[in-house]
């Protein structure tokens, strides 16, 4: 069984952990656990139920009627929110619960719902990429296991797929070649499918290698085919000391052409980067210098 500290579920649901501990007092909205040396703990139900809580009441809801509903009744409304609300935090929360129920059913209602609110593009960088964010979070304090995260990360890579696919295939006359990869060991790809469909729906060509690609093959790509960028992705793969000489590598060998990389690690790097690299913060960073070529 999957156990939470009280700290645990304060970073996860955004409810304090002072706040928890009166509902549990006044409201017995969660009933903690103890272990054989006495130390409170708390379950997957327990923040299943602290999540759905946390939406309806930053939606208004008072606790004192939240705790009223049944269970059938907290989720239905929760529901009814992700429906006609535009709140980013109550779709990311029902997509951190349909991760750990594993309910197929349920990621395809949320997403879709935000998908024909929002669009295809913000639903992924306001709502997927900052549930990504509470992945990796569940991932720190060990509550979520390889299946889980799998099992959403694999739905998600099936939407970017389709996505992709649905671009037009013929690019626009003036249409720039880009190439995209992971370096070696590197397997987080959501974010590399991402940036190949805001390419290809600008109207550029994608040469997409995907995931785990060693330098030596990379280099090898470079002399076969012309591509006019490069574009790559930091997660965990490399250590962050690395990359800036894995950079240089690649820089020598694409030299006089830009080499976007952007991803978590990026922001670790602290040594000056050979001038033809660029990083970027964000997709809609890199949207705009779309916009200029």
């Known amino acids: 069984m999957i156990k939470y500290s009280i700290n645990d579920l304060e970073k996860i649901t955004g409810i304090k952990a002072h706040t928890i501990r009166i509902w549990e007092k006044r409201y017995n909205v969660v009933c903690p656990q103890r272990t054989d040396t006495n130390i409170r703990f708390y379950n997957d139900e327990d923040l299943k139920k602290l999540l759905n809580i946390s939406t309806l ?8 009627d939240i705790i009223k509903l049944s269970h059938e009744g907290l989720c239905q409304k929760v ?27 349920k990621f395809e209602k949320v997403l879709t719902s935000a998908v024909i609110k929002i669009g295809f593009e913000r639903t992924i960088t306001n ?8 992945v990796g979070l569940l991932w720190q304090v060990g509550t979520i296991n ?33 190439l995209l990869f992971l370096p070696e060991k590197e397997l987080h790809e959501l974010g590399l499918l991402f940036y190949s469909y805001i390419i290809k729906r600008a109207g550029h ?5 995907g995931q785990s690609v060693p330098l030596k093959d990379i280099l090898e790509v470079i002399k076969i085919r012309n591509a006019d960028f490069i574009l790559t992705y930091f997660v965990a ?10 950079l240089k590598k690649i820089s020598e060998g694409f030299s006089g052409n830009d080499i976007f990389i952007t991803g978590y690690q990026v922001d670790q790097i602290e040594e000056k980067l050979p001038q033809n690299i660029k990083t970027l913060r964000d ?11």
Do not use: C, W
């Not at 799998?150 to 006359?173: M, V, Y």
């Not at 060509?205 to 290698?209: A, D, G, P, Q």
């Open 57 to 64: 009441n930053k939606h208004g809801f008072k606790i004192s």
């Open 79 to 105: 529901l009814e929110i992700s429906n006609t609300s535009n709140d980013y935090e109550s779709y990311i929360n029902n997509l951190i619960v349909s991760m750990i129920e594993m309910d197929e059913d």
């Open 127 to 134: 709502i997927i990429y900052k549930f990504l964010e509470k």
């Open 146 to 178: 390889p299946a889980q995260e799998h099992f959403i990360t694999n739905l998600i890579r099936q939407k970017l797929i389709l996505a992709i696919d649905g671009q037009e295939n013929s690019p626009k006359p003036d249409a720039k070649t880009f």
């Open 205 to 209: 060509r994608v040469i997409y290698l």
């Open 237 to 246: 793969a490399l250590d962050a000391k690395e990359i800036p000489l894995y």
């Open 283 to 293: 997709a809609e960073e890199f949207k705009s210098y779309l916009n200029r070529i």
